[in-house]
């Protein structure tokens, strides 16, 4: 017995614009120590630009791995939307030419 596939393609569509919003703004994040960051000793600003050089790295591959995901959900999205309009097609009975079933 054939089991149905139930997909909200509007739902893998806003995943993935959801996705690309999110990528775009933590792309854009500052991730730089200025010579004014207020902190008070070479410590301590060594080891926030430790941290920054860290999340910089972080941040670059979790970047990609969203963007990853999003392309999958555009994707799958249009995927399934090229599978149900091939199903349709294919039941829909051709034209009938000239007047001949």
Same mark, same amino acid.
């Given at each position: &017995?054939?089991?149905?596939?139930?997909?909200?393609?509007?739902? !893998?569509?806003? !995943?993935?614009?959801? /996705?690309? $919003? +999110?990528?775009?703004? +933590?792309?854009?994040?500052?991730? %730089? +120590?200025?010579?004014?960051?207020?902190? =008070?000793?070479?410590?301590?600003?060594?080891? $926030?630009?430790? *941290? !920054?050089?860290?999340?910089?790295?972080?941040?670059?591959? /979790? $970047?990609?791995?969203?963007?990853?995901?999003? %392309? &999958? #959900?555009?994707?799958? #999205? =249009?995927? *399934? %939307?090229?599978?149900?309009?091939? /199903?349709? =097609?294919? &039941?829909?009975?051709?034209?009938?030419?000239?007047?001949?079933?």
């Amino acid at each position: &017995m054939a089991q149905a596939i139930d997909i909200d393609l509007e739902r !893998v569509r806003q !995943v993935a614009v959801g /996705l690309s $919003l +999110l990528h775009t703004r +933590l792309g854009s994040t500052a991730s %730089t +120590l200025g010579p004014d960051s207020g902190l =008070a000793t070479p410590r301590s600003v060594g080891a $926030l630009r430790d *941290f !920054v050089d860290d999340w910089s790295v972080r941040r670059g591959r /979790l $970047l990609e791995s969203i963007e990853a995901v999003g %392309t &999958m #959900a555009e994707r799958t #999205a =249009a995927a *399934f %939307t090229q599978v149900d309009d091939d /199903l349709a =097609a294919s &039941m829909t009975p051709p034209a009938q030419v000239g007047g001949t079933p």
